[in-house]
């Protein structure tokens, strides 16, 4: 049996395990489907009707529970300041040996994000997360958490991004214990990168796959970001560009929505850094390459940055700061993972 032979089986198994859960909301029927990928654990048809008046939609299957893919729908289904698919049906399949969830919902986004205009995007994460706060859903079991990278071999060099995380910790990782009040944990998006941002039918922007939805400070989002859309990497040389006023454009339309607090501010520097090493752990958990060269580069772009920039490397602190906003309190900082051998 080939590859498309295959997904098109488990798709009509998918579809079938809608209709079992007689699913008020969306009936399956009158669709034309045509896989259109997904991430490392999740697959993705688009399903296009028959009929004008039946919605575009997407068909997602994931390794999630069912209780947590139908938890998350109801916190995003209550968003509607800006653009975010709407969830038509949730059902369990077991296929292969593997449960899944099948998680049906509308289609949005036509065509890929506007990128030229950063300060709009801030503004409209901000609005998502504004309400995503006043949601009242409680994800509070669902806290942001770190898995350290590969530790280098001995014999080995040191990478970049593992040398750009060591000289840098002392400074910018935040005592999350004493700065939770100021650092404002709720519900976010938790994998906002820019696959996950659409251009909205109507202007502005869209947001989809809220798989990852955690209960963390909403700034994670906007480091998130950064660390992976906002960096470019030279073909020809392999070095990192950092694309400054593009950032300092999607903090100015975020804080024209929300503003930042200090605690902040300065969580976003140590975040960015921190997601820096997350993109080479996941280089090396699957075997991506183009992840690996990322985060070295990335890495040098940091540790160069320590020489020439230290106190503001990514250029954002005094840009950031409104004009009548107090002097900002000293932070304590200690690593995100306490080790004191490492």
Same mark, same amino acid.
């Not at 068909?59 to 038509?88: F, G, Q, S, Y």
């Not at 960015?272 to 080479?280: R, V």
């Not at 250029?315 to 950031?320: C, V, W, Y």
């Given at each position: 049996?080939?590859?498309?032979?295959?997904?098109?089986?488990?798709?009509?198994?998918?579809?079938?395990?809608?209709?079992?859960?007689?699913?008020?909301?969306?009936?399956?029927?009158?669709?034309?489907?045509?896989?259109?990928?997904?991430?490392?654990?999740?697959?993705?048809?688009?399903?296009?009707?028959?009929?004008?008046?039946?919605?575009?939609? /997407?068909?997602?299957?994931?390794?999630?529970?069912?209780?947590?893919?139908?938890?998350?729908?109801?916190?995003?289904?209550?968003?509607?300041?800006?653009?975010?698919?709407?969830?038509? /049906?949730? /059902?369990?399949?077991?296929?292969?040996?593997?449960?899944?969830?099948?998680?049906?919902?509308?289609?949005?986004?036509?065509?890929?994000?506007?990128?030229?205009?950063?300060?709009?995007?801030?503004?409209?994460?901000?609005?998502?997360?504004?309400?995503?706060?006043?949601?009242?859903?409680?994800?509070?079991?669902?806290?942001?958490?770190?898995?350290?990278?590969?530790?280098?071999?001995?014999?080995?060099?040191?990478?970049?991004?593992?040398?750009?995380?060591?000289?840098?910790?002392?400074?910018?990782?935040?005592?999350?214990?004493?700065?939770?009040?100021?650092?404002?944990?709720?519900? !976010?998006?938790?994998?906002?990168?820019?696959?996950?941002?659409?251009?909205?039918?109507?202007?502005?922007?869209?947001? !989809?796959?809220?798989?990852?939805?955690?209960?963390?400070?909403?700034?994670?989002?906007?480091?998130?970001? !950064?660390?992976?859309?906002?960096?470019?990497?030279?073909?020809?040389?392999?070095?990192?560009?950092?694309?400054?006023?593009?950032?300092?454009?999607?903090?100015?339309?975020?804080?024209?929505?929300?503003?930042?607090?200090?605690?902040?501010?300065?969580?976003?520097?140590?975040?960015?850094?921190?997601?820096?090493?997350?993109?080479?752990?996941?280089?090396?958990?699957?075997?991506?390459?183009?992840?690996?060269?990322?985060?070295?580069?990335?890495?040098?772009?940091?540790?160069?940055?320590?020489?020439?920039?230290?106190?503001?490397?990514?250029? !954002?602190?005094?840009?950031?700061?409104?004009?009548?906003?107090?002097?900002?309190?000293?932070?304590?900082?200690?690593?995100?993972?306490?080790?004191?051998?490492?």
């Amino acid at each position: 049996m080939s590859a498309d032979d295959d997904r098109n089986a488990l798709l009509a198994k998918a579809l079938a395990s809608v209709a079992d859960g007689a699913s008020a909301r969306w009936c399956g029927d009158g669709y034309r489907f045509s896989t259109v990928g997904g991430g490392t654990q999740a697959t993705v048809w688009h399903g296009q009707p028959t009929q004008a008046e039946a919605p575009e939609v /997407a068909v997602r299957l994931t390794p999630k529970p069912v209780e947590l893919i139908d938890r998350i729908a109801r916190l995003i289904d209550a968003v509607d300041a800006v653009e975010r698919p709407e969830t038509l /049906a949730v /059902a369990r399949l077991q296929s292969g040996g593997r449960t899944w969830t099948v998680h049906v919902c509308t289609w949005i986004g036509k065509g890929t994000a506007d990128r030229s205009d950063p300060y709009g995007l801030g503004q409209d994460i901000a609005r998502l997360h504004q309400q995503l706060a006043r949601a009242g859903n409680d994800f509070a079991d669902r806290k942001l958490t770190f898995e350290r990278g590969p530790v280098p071999p001995a014999d080995q060099e040191l990478p970049a991004w593992y040398v750009a995380r060591h000289l840098w910790r002392d400074r910018i990782f935040p005592r999350f214990a004493d700065h939770q009040a100021q650092l404002r944990p709720q519900p !976010i998006h938790g994998d906002l990168h820019w696959d996950n941002v659409v251009a909205g039918s109507s202007g502005g922007f869209g947001f !989809i796959d809220f798989d990852k939805v955690m209960h963390a400070p909403p700034v994670f989002d906007l480091a998130k970001l !950064i660390a992976t859309g906002f960096f470019r990497i030279s073909s020809s040389t392999g070095t990192a560009v950092f694309r400054q006023s593009r950032a300092t454009d999607l903090l100015a339309g975020y804080q024209s929505i929300r503003p930042l607090s200090a605690a902040e501010i300065a969580a976003l520097e140590g975040f960015a850094l921190i997601l820096n090493e997350e993109t080479a752990r996941l280089g090396h958990l699957y075997d991506v390459a183009t992840y690996r060269e990322q985060a070295d580069a990335v890495g040098s772009w940091w540790t160069i940055r320590r020489r020439r920039k230290p106190s503001d490397p990514l250029g !954002i602190r005094t840009a950031s700061r409104t004009p009548n906003a107090p002097p900002r309190p000293a932070v304590q900082q200690l690593p995100f993972f306490p080790d004191p051998n490492n």
